[in-house]
């Protein structure tokens, strides 16, 4: 099983970018599907993005799609998560998770059990 710690995160301004990383230690990182989530004050964890094991299929949410891309290093066991022209609506503490599925966009919040602690973004003027 791997284990997951999230870096990355802070406060940028309306338009601005930032670049999460997810990194792993553990066994078999490449056996593990990743994904994205997040959560804003007041609402449920939800879906932002994922990528099969070895980076060959991405799935975006609707919302985020066209300014965030998600990628993934094997040899470094690192994910990661690119957010360009960021809108104060993507504020939210952001989770990196791991499955041995890869679930595409409709990822089972609930049953996944390897989350990382998450990292906060604030987009802010």
């Known amino acids: 099983q791997v284990q997951l710690v999230e870096s990355g995160g802070g406060l940028v301004q309306p338009g601005g970018s930032l670049r999460l990383s997810c990194a792993a230690s553990?066994?078999?990182?490449?056996?593990?599907?990743l994904g994205w989530f997040r959560q804003a004050p007041g609402k449920a964890r939800e879906f932002v993005a994922a990528?099969?094991?070895?980076?060959?299929?991405?799935n975006v949410e609707d919302s985020v799609k066209g300014r965030f891309t998600m990628s993934r290093d094997n040899a470094r066991n690192t994910v990661y998560l690119q957010m360009n022209s960021l809108k104060p609506e993507d504020t939210a503490i952001y989770y990196c998770?791991?499955?041995?599925?890869?679930?595409?966009?409709?990822?089972?919040?609930?049953?996944?059990?390897?989350w990382g602690p998450g990292t906060q973004v604030t987009v802010a003027s």
């Open positions: 998770a791991a499955d041995p599925h890869f679930y595409g966009s409709r990822w089972p919040v609930g049953d996944v059990d390897i």
């Open positions: 553990g066994r078999d990182f490449g056996k593990y599907a």
């Open positions: 990528i099969s094991w070895q980076g060959e299929s991405t």
